[in-house]
């Protein structure tokens, strides 16, 4: 195991798009291109599927050093309101395009941490996006909580505009890590948040655990995963450490780099977390997630309509992704469109009557070729191509390096198709890289992802 992590541990994307965002053509992006091509697969899917919006609440009150999100730190509770309108104001700009009303199905409030703005605030921006629109009947409503500051009347507000599904930032519930990582959070604020979503009514309790954090070790993570365990989450992300310190603002510098566990700990962390969850009824799904059968997450993979977007892993089969608020980023599945990163910033350009829009790319019909068949390994851990998707160049390449992956055992493979084995799931970017043209054509050092193991 050891000889294959130092093989496969180089930097790599975690596929959350293709192509990821470093290798956007921005040249060929403009607000006008990426209005056509949202426009075009609204119409064409508003009726039958719906839409998705991912919406960035930016704010935390206290910075965790190991962070890789896009946020900012204050407790100056100030900032809610006049952001809260932002977003409404930008969600208003959007409906001005779209032919008919939308068609909700899924909301995703991620951050920073949504739990930082009051619950009359967040019922304030769900009441002023739904009042625009109709929900679908299998609408999907979900939301990250801090179990440091997520209150019983946060539950119960969303709850009541919608909300089924949560997940509660956990990562590590062992004192060194917590220091370390700059977030002490004990056991008993997490029993008590999951307890009352229970109590009130959520679906899907999710809870977020990272491994590869500085000062982890086997006999710790145990522990953290038997205390999970005891409180029953329904779903849980078990999130491999990105450790990407050159984000500028992220604060990864809490801690030294000797402090993090080797690629080998690393991999034997990981091993721990899943042989104790799948002891414990949690199946993996995908890459980092595990669920128990009775969660729609769990049933999504067994039925094969497992999807994933910028948000992960989701159940819900949207072509069109609008992400409102700083930073997010829209997909219209033919284009993808990002925010401006700073907070000040993107209110200017919303009070000038601007859609806040940094940068972008619009796929050719080869992206999204290799787009389906990223996504087909991340969802199904299988793909297949046909022969013209791929020059002669190009197939000696892939089947060189397919060939190297079936000589370590990761997958099969024929003329046209792959299968990756169980042992291959811990491997999953670096399979996915084999098909990854944009990379493949620039040749470039990769140096601005994370490790892949
Ligand atoms: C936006 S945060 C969750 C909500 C809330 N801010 C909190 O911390 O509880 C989303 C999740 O991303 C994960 N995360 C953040 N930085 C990470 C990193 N550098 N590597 C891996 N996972 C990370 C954490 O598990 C975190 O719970
Ligand atoms: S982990 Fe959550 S609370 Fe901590 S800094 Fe990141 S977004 Fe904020």
């Not at 899917?45 to 009150?61: D, M, Q, V």
């Not at 952001?83 to 909301?107: C, D, G, H, R």
């Not at 953290?224 to 603002?249: C, M």
Request: glycine share 6%; with cysteine; charged share 20%.
């Amino acid at each position: 195991m050891n000889t294959l992590i130092n093989k496969y541990n180089v930097p790599g994307p975690r596929y959350t798009s293709y192509p990821t965002v470093p290798f956007w053509q921005n040249e060929g992006f403009g607000e006008k291109a990426w209005l056509s091509s949202l426009t075009d697969t609204f119409r064409s899917t508003n009726t039958a599927t719906g839409i998705s919006l991912y919406i960035h609440l930016p704010y935390c009150e206290s910075l965790c050093t190991f962070c890789g999100c896009n946020k900012r730190i204050t407790k100056n509770h100030q900032v809610e309101k006049p952001y809260i309108e932002a977003v409404l104001k930008e969600w208003e700009m959007y409906l001005k395009y779209f032919s008919e009303k939308p068609q909700i199905t899924e909301i995703h409030l991620g951050g920073g941490t949504p739990s930082f703005f009051a619950p009359e605030m967040l019922d304030l921006l769900i009441n002023g996006i739904v009042k625009h629109a109709n929900i679908s009947t299998d609408y999907e409503f979900s939301f990250e909580g801090h179990p440091n500051n997520t209150s019983y009347q946060h539950l119960k507000t969303l709850y009541e505009v919608g909300f089924k599904r949560v997940s509660f930032g956990v990562q590590d519930y062992d004192p060194i890590v917590q220091k370390a990582i700059h977030r002490i959070q004990p056991f008993e604020n997490v029993k008590q948040v999951t307890e009352w979503s229970r109590a009130i009514g959520y679906e899907s309790i999710s809870h977020d655990l990272v491994f590869g954090l500085p000062f982890q070790q086997i006999s710790s993570i145990q522990d953290t995963i038997s205390k999970t365990i005891e409180l029953q989450p329904d779903r849980l992300a078990f999130y491999s450490y990105a450790h990407v310190p050159w984000i500028k603002g992220n604060g990864q510098r809490g801690f030294r780099d000797e402090d993090l566990p080797s690629a080998a700990l690393k991999r034997q962390l990981y091993e721990t977390g899943r042989t104790l969850f799948e002891e414990n009824g949690y199946a993996e799904i995908g890459m980092d997630h595990f669920a128990l059968p009775n969660d729609s997450m769990y049933k999504a993979m067994q039925n094969g309509t497992l999807n994933r977007n910028f948000m992960g892993y989701t159940t819900t089969q949207t072509k069109v992704l609008l992400g409102l608020g700083v930073s997010s980023i829209s997909d219209s599945w033919a284009a993808f469109s990002q925010n401006v990163k700073d907070i000040d910033e993107y209110q200017t350009m919303i009070e000038n009557d601007q859609l806040p829009i940094l940068k972008g790319h619009i796929l050719t019909d080869e992206d999204l070729t290799v787009r389906q068949q990223i996504l087909d390994i991340m969802c199904q851990f299988a793909t297949s191509w046909q022969d013209d998707e791929f020059s002669f160049e190009e197939k000696q390449v892939l089947f060189e390096k397919l060939e190297g992956f079936k000589q370590d055992g990761l997958l099969t493979y024929d003329e046209n198709s792959l299968q990756v084995n169980p042992a291959g799931r811990p491997f999953i970017r670096n399979i996915c890289m084999a098909f990854d043209k944009r990379m493949l054509q620039e040749n470039t050092e990769r140096k601005l992802f994370s490790q892949t193991v």
